[in-house]
């Protein structure tokens, strides 16, 4: 038996003792030493995304490796590892075409499919990733960091560009060091929650503004969105230079349109990318996580255990001032 966060229905929690699900051969069962509680869980626990209930959420974990199926390969007992959650049929037209991301069969560890906000947890070997030295805690970044990585293998940084990124949360604070990685020589961060500017300075931000109104326009040679925020999204354009590039990455709520002028889009020659999860940018992140060259190690203000799961989940709805990420450690 193992417990678990289950939503059994939107905004209905209950922590579960489950029995061990059996494995398949293709499949691992890992112990799962963190879980980072990311913003789609809350819209799973609110019922604003397709999930499929009752389900277990997480998608951001790390653990060991408890239990092998018989044709699994990769891996052994007592292996370190990070969990890509998206699972691609790899037989459809946008997996065949590289889209996987935009699977037809789509489905998600923590999603449609039982997550790490558990004990336990039985995935395909195909999702998992050696994590090696890296630790837990800063593993369950490895799925954040790849969906940023993916979002700046569309819109790219040049060597000496301008950027400034909206929103200094754990994904701001990810890009922000990921373009500077880049090549960025300026990074400008708009944020209004204080701790979250201090964190963007302690960071390395360049400057750091509260009001969208105190940035010169026409400035950046690229301008990243990192808070799905409608009316911050609409004035990307108005930041960015004259054939510059902006990343709209934030997730806006459903079925509200963005004015854009039009004659501004035509007169600065932009060009405006969308980014939806990742494409096999795993290797990437852990890479870069293990390097010690994407620093993780001040983006966790609590570790909880898997009981206070709902806690965790109103300490972000809150939004108070000393919330960052929130890692639920599940053998606590
Ligand atoms: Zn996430
Ligand atoms: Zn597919």
Redesign the pocket.
């Known amino acids: 038996m193992f417990k678990a966060i289950r939503i059994v229905q939107p905004n209905q929690i209950t922590l579960a003792n489950l029995k061990l699900p059996r494995l398949q051969a293709d499949e691992v069962l890992i112990k799962v030493m963190a879980s980072g509680i990311c913003g789609t869980d809350i819209h799973i626990l609110r019922g604003d995304y397709i999930a499929q209930y009752p389900i277990i959420p997480g998608h951001e974990f790390s653990g060991v490796i408890e239990k092998i199926g018989e044709s699994v390969s990769r891996f052994e007992i007592g292996s370190k590892v990070a969990v890509e959650p998206n699972i ?9 075409n590289n889209r ?1 991301n ?5 489905q998600a560890i923590g999603v449609t499919k039982s997550g790490g906000m558990a004990q336990f947890v039985v995935v395909p070997e195909k999702s998992v990733f050696n994590i090696d030295k890296l630790q837990y805690e800063y593993a369950a970044f490895m799925e954040p960091l790849s969906c940023v990585l993916h979002g700046l293998k569309k819109v790219k940084i040049n060597p000496g560009d301008r950027v400034v990124v909206f929103g200094a949360g754990p994904i701001g604070i990810l890009f922000l060091q990921m373009v500077r990685l880049q090549g960025a020589v300026h990074v400008s961060v708009l944020e209004n929650i204080t701790s979250r500017a201090a964190l963007a300075e302690h960071y390395g931000a360049d400057q750091i503004f509260q009001n969208i109104s105190d940035f010169d326009k026409d400035n950046f040679d690229v301008v990243i969105d990192a808070t799905g925020v409608i009316s911050l999204m609409e004035q990307t354009i108005d930041l960015v230079r004259t054939g510059g590039g902006v990343l709209l990455f934030g997730v806006p709520p459903a079925e509200q349109k963005l004015k854009l002028e039009g004659m501004k889009l035509f007169q600065k020659g932009l060009t405006i990318f969308s980014s939806f999860t990742s494409v096999r940018n795993s290797y990437q992140a852990i890479a870069l996580l293990e390097a010690g060259k994407i620093d993780v190690s001040d983006l966790i203000s609590h570790r909880l255990p898997l009981s206070e799961f709902e806690r965790g989940i109103k300490l972000i709805e809150k939004g108070d001032d000393d919330v960052k990420k929130v890692m639920i450690l599940p053998q606590q």
Do not use: A, F, I, P
């Open positions: 691609s049929c790899d037989n459809c037209y946008n997996c065949l996987q935009y699977c037809k069969n789509w």
